[in-house]
């Protein structure tokens, strides 16, 4: 097992298999030492841990939830580049994130929300998985999701 | 002419001229052996070929016909591909894919419309043309687009 | 000093200090010859210069001051990758230019916005300043900014 996935298992994690979507695109691309993932949604087990916008208020999810979301959401991303690399120590640098919130229109803590994808990332990676990363708060994510995470990583020359 | 190119005409499709936006930036750049392609409207001959947000409803666009503009946007990028290489035969993987979505706030089928794109990269570009991607709903897309398409691209390294 | 910052002063401006965020993340990644930004808000000494949705009408931020937000943000992203490079001259394209734009839902002028940031590119780099990008409007950003702006940049091969 690899170095990575030990540390995440003291976080009581482990990295999921990836089920291939029956679809026109593929949750995980490499191209040179670079691997690009989709945008990851918080599934667990093939179903969406929770949907909804994110906000302060009834019928909102909670930031504090929205950034278990987005740590399942990395795990995920994490899953996807182990799909096609096997071992995680060949991960060399999470070059890049992209976090989207699915925003109620007065919530402006995505930063926060998406610190729970980034946390992960130096968790499990250490200083390779200190990133550049944005977080923006849109409309609604696919299924209703609260959070999508993309990841690029850069992997050891071989 | 392209293998490429005779598999979209296959489909009754062209790849149309990419008219260069007298501004500071252009349909597509060249770094290395990628392609990075300006985030693409499904313009038609110049002109929008439909205005709105996207979901089930009065005033709203339909998402069968959002997936058909997604299309005009994938073919758009790949024509801003050609406008670079010329020989669309020399793109070896077709990387990532993003597709935003200008949502109704109901609406949490943006995967379905994205696969209108996504899925012309596979018909025009095969094995190669299977990529990762990622598609949000957001706001509001410029002049009021219902869909939006970046895509880049990897070539041969001769 | 570089020459991208000698064209940067002829405008009035100067590239900020780049502070490190205490977080999981950093204001920029290098990865062999290409460097990613965090998405950069409109930041003037540690402060937003302003909050609120983009669009017309009472309350809302006007496209005009919209676009100046946008070059600040530009210009912090510049700031980004001179943080990692030092010498702004390394860099040889400007390679792709996201701009989020937390616009009011009647607002699709995102193209004018991102000029802003676009057109501060080309007049920090010249040519190497031209580059592909994508314009979109969401819901909301984080601290309730109203721009947000990420490049990615190709440097020298040494």
């Given at each position: 097992m690899s170095k990575v996935e030990d540390r995440l298992a003291e976080l009581g994690l482990t990295v999921p298999e990836v089920a291939k979507p029956?679809?026109?695109?593929?949750p995980a691309v490499q191209d040179g030492r670079r691997i690009y993932t989709s945008g990851q949604l918080p599934m667990v087990s093939g179903s969406l841990a929770e949907t909804g916008k994110v906000g302060q208020g009834e019928g909102l999810v909670s930031p504090e939830r929205a950034a278990e979301l987005a740590q399942i959401c990395a795990l995920n991303a994490i899953a996807a580049v182990k799909g096609l690399v096997?071992?995680?120590?060949?991960?060399?640098?999470?070059v890049k994130l992209v976090g989207f919130v699915a925003s109620d229109p007065a919530f402006t803590g995505q930063p926060g929300v998406i610190n729970g994808a980034s946390e992960l990332m130096g968790k499990a990676f250490g200083d390779a998985g200190i990133h550049a990363r944005s977080a923006v708060g849109v409309a609604v994510l696919p299924l209703d999701a609260p959070v999508e995470v993309e990841i690029v990583v850069a992997l050891a020359d071989d």
């Open positions: 029956v679809a026109a695109y593929v096997g071992d995680l120590d060949k991960v060399t640098q999470v």
